[in-house]
């Protein structure tokens, strides 16, 4: 393995995600809904009452808390969020492979294995960077509305969550090795995550399904034990995905 | 010395029937621009792809510059370079950014790509167009810096599948005249079906066609061993032309007629007494004619004869 090309590769790929506003697309739906979701949680009890102003109906909505944003903030992402990982994540390869530079990169000396590897690595930093500044945002947002908070369990949660992302991204990069055009690489990413979640129900073997990671956030803010299971479908499923990456690309033709 | 070497090598395409190659043999030697010729669907581009490690044989083996060729060897892509039949390459970069890159890839350090990226850019003659999005090119500079790009890593071996083919008159000059400046230094093999190229600037030529080698040699020799030489005859009139024909019958000649054109091509091993003879029906018959011309056969009248 020769470093300096995975780290020439990796660069490029940063690159190339900067100048065609993938990353710029994606840090800004997570700056959104880090400032987004505690807003809501702050002024939602006091706009829904308005909203329904001279129908006669009454609601009582307790009074927002930094519990509700970090809700808020999980919510927005694992749903919206992974839909906009999708799409971004989709052409990871596929679309190489569909404009030919794949073939022009792969007749040079680049291992198909730091190929691929370089493919979800930078995908992956350009999420942890999002994740980072969405987090950072929510947290700065949460303290001015609902004053200090525990940051450790907020920090914990955001973790989970990113664990979560992470296993969406790497099914759609795996899609995009496998499916030559980027478009059905997508819908079949997202017919997985569908998939996954309907998975989750299935009582024990349900349990595995990184849809439960969810649940599990918010054990952490009733001090709950967490299951291991959720942890340990989601891990395998990021190997399996990374594993059968590399094998099919390997024997790839263009 | 051979750089290139094919043998019994063969493609069967996932889901068909047919071979795309069925058992190539092939030989190149080195410092040489080898045409590689073949009418569509007979193999070309398949054969660039398994002799530069993007697809996989069916069988048979090839060595190009020492590396036996396999799938995903960096050792032999460290030796070469590509460039198909539309360059694709990262739009969105600029053309010395890309060389840059290109030269990290090979290893080269970021200096040394630099340097080795401005002299590609020189020899292309795009340094003017060095700081110019890639996807703002014109067909011709693409196609150069598609060669700059192939030539960055140093290659032995540069393999180019119809470099030629999308360019307009004045692109395909410069394509040309810029592979046939590079001969000195590395080995070109040149997959195309525009035999005008071919006999421009190469020095060997093999001929494919489903799949399998039909002629291999110098490009001298090969006009010499097919037709090495053609009469052609323009009549004054179309029934001229007729009569001619009807006059010839029975001689042992190859004739090829055009009649909108009032032209017969006559080819034939002895070529001396076919003039006589010809020459001797027009005279006997009172034929008017336009012209008689004895001339060397083109390559398009080899490949014609062979795989026509």
Known sequence: ?254 | MIIINCSDLKKQYKGESGFALSGLNLSVEEKTVFGFLGPNGAGKTTTIKILTGMMKPSGGKAVVAGEEVKLNSVKLRQKIGYLGQEPRMYGWMKGLELLVFVGKVFGFSNAESKNRANEMLLMAGLTGAAHKKISAYSGGMLQRLGIAQALMGKPEVLFLDEPTSALDPIGRKEVLEFIQNLKKDITIFMSTHILSDVERICDTVAIIDKGQLVVQDKMQELRKRFASKQIEIVFETREALLSFINASKGMNWEIVSNKDFRKVTINALDIERVKHESLGIISAHHFSIDRFEMKDASLEDVFVKLVG
């Open chain 1, 1 to 254: 393995m020769k470093p300096h090309i995975y780290w020439v590769l990796i660069h490029k790929e940063l690159k190339e995600q900067f100048r065609s506003g993938r990353f710029i697309i994606l840090l800004a739906v997570f700056l959104f809904f880090g400032i987004a979701s505690p807003l809501t949680a702050k002024f939602m009890p006091a706009i829904l009452p308005s909203i329904i102003k001279g129908q006669h109906i009454t609601i009582q909505i307790p009074e927002g808390t930094w519990i509700d944003a970090m809700g808020q903030f999980v919510k927005n992402i694992s749903q919206i969020g992974v839909f906009i990982i999708i799409l971004l994540s989709m052409g990871a390869v596929a679309r190489e492979k569909e404009n030919g530079t794949a073939s022009f990169l792969l007749v040079k000396p680049v291992s198909r294995n730091l190929f691929i590897l370089s493919k979800f690595s930078s995908q992956l930093i350009v999420l942890l960077v999002s994740m980072v500044v969405g987090f950072l945002t929510a947290v700065l947002y949460t303290n001015i509305f609902f004053g200090s908070f525990p940051m450790i369990p907020f920090a914990q949660i955001a973790l989970i969550l990113l664990f979560y992302l992470i296993v969406m991204q790497c099914i759609t990069i795996f899609f995009s090795v496998l499916i030559k055009t980027q478009i059905p690489a997508g819908i079949l990413a997202l017919a997985t995550t569908l998939l996954l979640s309907a998975v989750s129900i299935l009582g024990k073997p349900g349990m595995y399904s990184p849809s439960h990671l969810l649940d599990e956030s918010q054990s952490i803010l009733t001090n709950s034990i967490l299951n291991w299971q959720p942890f340990a479908g989601s891990l395998l499923i990021i190997i399996c995905c990374l594993g059968g990456s590399l094998r099919i690309f390997r024997n790839w033709e263009s």
